[in-house]
């Protein structure tokens, strides 16, 4: 080797040390965002000219309904662009606290309601409550950031296989087995994603009855609440009796009112945990943007009629896809009741991310694999049905004729 290049070589692993150790062992520990990363993937594919059919983040392709849009930019037009307190927006905060209390039964106040983006809330509630080495139940699959966010903690992410044959509900029978005494939480998303799954009011009573026999907090993600079909209905856990001091339940706008850019959602907590979660939020984010709560609080307080539109033609999407899906032979899935996403479980030798790939490749049709959404989600795919129809018909006919 000549000097220069000895020289060079010296340099590059000098460089290659110090960035392995600028990254703490805490992220080494966990993922990069299943979703997030194949998102990007196709949005470069579809730079690079490829007219790929997108089905992998889960986003509404709806605009953000007018009044809610107006309301952010008369806040802006009137200067409402400064500080606000960590918790947000007093009204929005009143708003939220009536509305859980009237739709769901939730015994709370508006000081239990921080306005924070969903999985700000996530994040922040996790790191609040969970130390090292606590256990953390929670359903396998379920979405790509829980687990991260309680291994940034310190914590012990438990998975609780739930089964196509129970409609991957995560019952309170299967979570009973799991429980330690190192459990902390209990952590669930009803509707689900990635599978659409909805809990029962039986379900949710016993995961109650656990929670207290066991002295567990429990995070209720139900981001999805308002995104049903089939007549189906939402229990929130905290209005069971005596859960509210137990449970964090957590919501947002981004699904329900197609808000995903605004970076906008809620949490409702115990008092003792709010003071917890406040502290994070006033060392992290501050609070969430002053201007978009104006519009959230329009959200909340105007006409719900774009929700009902939105929710309608989700409806008409999972049928419409189920009725392809059938024609796929490689293809099995049960019907979901809620949500936007579909899981089916494919026949064939790839594992699911190589088969997400190799039909983004070949198919130009993307969509994220199962096992990003933990080890039970292999051999599936999980497909984001929140775009057009003739999205979902093009796609479903691209898939049809790559996996005959
Ligand atoms: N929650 C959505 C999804 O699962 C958005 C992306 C993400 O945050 O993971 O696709």
């Given at each position: 080797m000549t000097k220069v290049g000895h020289q060079c070589f010296i340099l590059l692993l000098c460089l290659r040390v110090g960035a392995i150790r600028m990254i703490s062992e805490r992220v080494k520990r966990i993922q990069e965002s299943g979703t997030m990363k194949m998102k990007e993937l196709a949005g470069q594919k579809k730079k690079e000219g490829k007219k790929i059919i997108s089905f992998t983040v889960g986003e509404p392709d709806f605009d953000t309904p007018k009044h809610i849009v107006e309301a952010a930019k008369k806040a802006l037009d009137e200067g409402k662009t400064r500080y606000l307190d960590a918790p947000g927006l007093p009204e929005l905060r009143e708003a939220i606290a009536q509305r859980a209390k009237a739709e769901n039964g939730i015994p709370c106040e508006s000081s239990n309601v921080l306005i924070t983006p969903t999985k700000q809330a996530i994040f922040e509630t996790i790191l609040a409550t969970i130390n090292e080495g606590d256990e953390v139940l929670m359903p396998n699959p379920a979405w790509v950031t829980y687990e991260p966010c309680v291994q940034l903690a310190g914590g012990k992410a438990v998975p609780v296989t739930t089964t196509e044959e129970n409609q991957f509900r995560f019952t309170p029978d299967d979570v009973a087995e799991l429980i330690t005494p190192k459990t902390k939480m209990i952590l669930f998303n009803s509707p689900s994603n990635p599978c659409g799954a909805v809990e029962t009011h039986e379900d949710i009573k016993g995961l109650a009855d656990l929670a207290k026999d066991h002295n567990l907090l429990v995070l209720s993600d139900e981001v999805y609440e308002k995104i049903l079909f089939d007549g189906m209905k939402h229990f929130s856990?905290?209005?069971?009796?005596?859960m509210m001091d137990r449970t964090i339940t957590i919501s947002g706008f981004s699904k329900t009112y197609a808000m995903?850019?605004?970076?906008m959602g809620w949490l409702i907590a115990p008092k003792p945990i709010f003071k917890g979660i406040n502290k994070i939020q006033q060392h992290s984010?501050?609070?969430?943007?002053s201007f978009a709560q104006y519009g959230g609080l329009a959200a909340i307080t105007g006409t719900q009629e774009p929700v009902k539109m939105m929710v309608k033609e989700f409806e008409e999407r999972r049928n419409l896809i189920m009725k392809l899906m059938k024609?796929?032979?490689?293809f099995s899935c049960d019907t979901p009741k809620g949500a936007f996403y579909v899981f089916p479980r494919y026949e064939g030798k790839m594992n699911s991310e190589e088969m997400a790939l190799y039909l983004m490749d070949s198919a130009e049709v993307a969509m994220t694999g199962g096992s990003a959404f933990g080890s039970a989600g292999e051999k599936h795919l999980r497909i984001s049905y929140a775009t057009n129809k003739k999205n979902i018909q093009d796609g479903m006919e691209r898939l049809k004729k790559t996996l005959a």
């Open positions: 856990i905290a209005a069971e009796p005596g995903t850019g605004w970076r984010i501050t609070h969430a943007v024609e796929i032979p490689s």
